[in-house]
């Protein structure tokens, strides 16, 4: 055979730099190998003669020469060169199907994860390419965050680290982590409760999937959530087999009245709901605690963005009025400092404590130690504080930003609702107006907008728009508000006094 027969294979690769140019090469070629394209004992030419062939990286080649190496589909000769296998593996059958994208459901799989509900499967995290997308929900503003000093501080974990390693640690969390959580909750959220009581977690999602496995039982427990809600909450009870039961949310907050008397489990997010915004009144924070009192419920707590409060004095949070031990406080850092730290907690009531701790173990057994004593030194040096004090101030100023802006230029179609905390915003449609059109246009725009519907338990409730101001600046939410004005009607108020000149002159 021709020394470069093989550059007459028909394979098609994807662009330079997409990041899948190897995986598909080594699938092509294995596809080549085991449908007889390249014979056995063939030898294969160079990586240097195939990577100038097919205008690609020599280690690009190198590396799915060298997956086909360890497969079995290839081997080498020292100084020969590199042949086809003259027996190829046993496992050729699973190989030739293990790129597939979709398959039929299998019946070895759990009958839930068979043909999974979209929410359960579908990404909480933006599919937008760009990181720099304007209105991007649940993100901070990572570009003020100190990076200098948790650099520094996780050098002073590691150092310490290398002095006692430490293997396995406790489950619950590293002992001087949970303590200045319980000091950092109680100043700033008035949380009582003692570091035996905090659990580390990663994240809320990992929160609220250890609180479903210790408090569902599949197929019989009622769980309530708040309607419209949260999705990747509603995932995690999915995937315990809780039985859901939607609760509409009003000015107030939750409507304890229209709780089914069945209910076991009560998720809320009463400080800022998500999505509306609206904090729940003291009138009902009092009936839902009595709720769970009366009827031997449990409350999850979820304050995802309680430290952001801008001007309205905070409501105290339902697990510093509880009194008969049914409150599960969940808290993030994810927005306070940056979502890739993924670290939470739970503040569990005592007896729940050790199977909180117990699902943790079997989950992960612990989170990252050195992540753990940083996130520590972080707080108890005062910098989580200050970064929050700051933080404040600028959400609160794009937050007036986009009140503004909604209210002058946008109300013949949009009603937001008045909100005093957090890092979004939501309005509702007023007009009968194709708002899910709107969403799509403005998400090819690099706006990462979400449509209020997808939020709903039925997908059918009230219209709106769900919009972020944490991780773009004033400039950047200007241009946004400007682009978004575009895909509205033409038609708009007959005078305009807010923002930039090209804003007014955008909106005449």
Not at 350 to 358: Q, V
Not at 408 to 419: A, D, G, K, N, V
């Amino acid at each position: 055979m021709p020394k470069h027969a093989m550059l007459e294979l028909a394979i098609t690769l994807p662009p330079r730099g997409s990041g899948a140019v190897m995986r598909v090469l080594h699938r092509e070629l294995r596809a080549a190998i085991l449908d007889g394209r390249l014979k056995p004992g063939l030898r294969l030419p160079s990586t240097r003669i195939l990577a100038d062939s097919w205008g690609v990286s020599r280690n690009t080649v190198m590396g799915a020469y060298d997956l086909l190496l360890s497969e079995g589909y290839l081997f080498a000769r020292h100084g020969a060169g590199t042949y086809v296998a003259e027996t190829l593996p046993l496992r050729t059958e699973r190989a030739s199907i293990i790129d597939e994208t979709e398959t039929e459901p299998d019946a070895r799989l759990n009958a839930l994860w068979r043909s999974p509900p979209p929410y359960l499967g579908k990404p909480w995290v933006s599919s937008m390419a760009s990181s720099h997308a304007i209105f991007r929900l649940g993100v901070p503003d990572t570009a003020s965050f100190p990076f200098h000093i948790w650099r520094r501080l996780l050098a002073r974990s590691l150092r310490a680290l290398a002095k006692v390693p430490a293997a396995y640690v406790e489950a619950q969390g590293r002992p001087l982590l949970r303590e200045a959580i319980a000091n950092h909750v109680s100043f700033a959220r008035a949380v009582a409760c003692r570091p035996e009581d905090v659990v580390v977690t990663a994240g809320t999602q990992q929160a609220f999937d250890l609180l479903a496995r210790i408090l569902v039982t599949a197929g019989r427990s009622t769980v309530a959530l708040e309607d419209p809600g949260y999705p990747p909450l509603r995932a995690a009870f999915v995937a315990a087999g809780a039985k859901l039961a939607p609760v509409p949310v009003d000015a107030e907050g939750l409507v304890v009245e229209r709780l089914p008397a069945d209910t076991r489990v009560i998720c809320v997010t009463p400080s800022h709901q998500f999505p509306l915004g609206v904090a729940m009144s003291m009138r009902r924070r009092a009936e839902l605690l009595e709720f769970a009192r009366v009827n031997g419920a449990v409350v999850i707590e979820d304050d995802y963005d309680g430290e952001f409060r801008f001007g309205a004095t905070p409501r105290d949070a339902l697990q510093t009025l509880d009194r008969s031990g049914s409150v599960f406080y969940v808290g993030t850092f994810s927005k306070s400092l940056f979502p890739g730290i993924r670290l939470g907690f739970v503040v569990a009531p005592p007896w729940a404590r050790r199977a909180l701790i117990t699902a943790k173990q079997c989950a992960d057994w612990h989170s990252p130690v050195m992540e753990q004593d940083a996130l520590a030194a972080f707080i108890s040096e005062g910098h989580l504080a200050r970064h929050v004090r700051k933080m404040r101030k600028l959400y609160s100023e794009r937050r007036e930003l986009m009140m503004s802006s909604l209210q002058t230029h946008f109300s013949p179609w949009l009603e937001s609702i008045p909100s005093s905390g957090g890092m979004h915003l939501t309005a509702l449609v007023r007009e009968s107006i194709d708002i899910e059109t709107i969403v799509r246009s403005a998400r090819q725009r690099n706006m990462d907008v979400r449509s209020l519907r997808s939020f709903w338990d039925d997908g059918n409730g009230q219209a709106g728009l769900v919009m972020g101001y944490g991780s773009s600046g004033p400039e950047a939410l200007t241009e946004g508000l400007l682009q978004l004005r575009r895909l509205f009607p033409a038609s708009a108020p007959a005078r305009v006094v807010w923002g930039s000149s090209r804003l007014v002159a955008e909106s005449r």
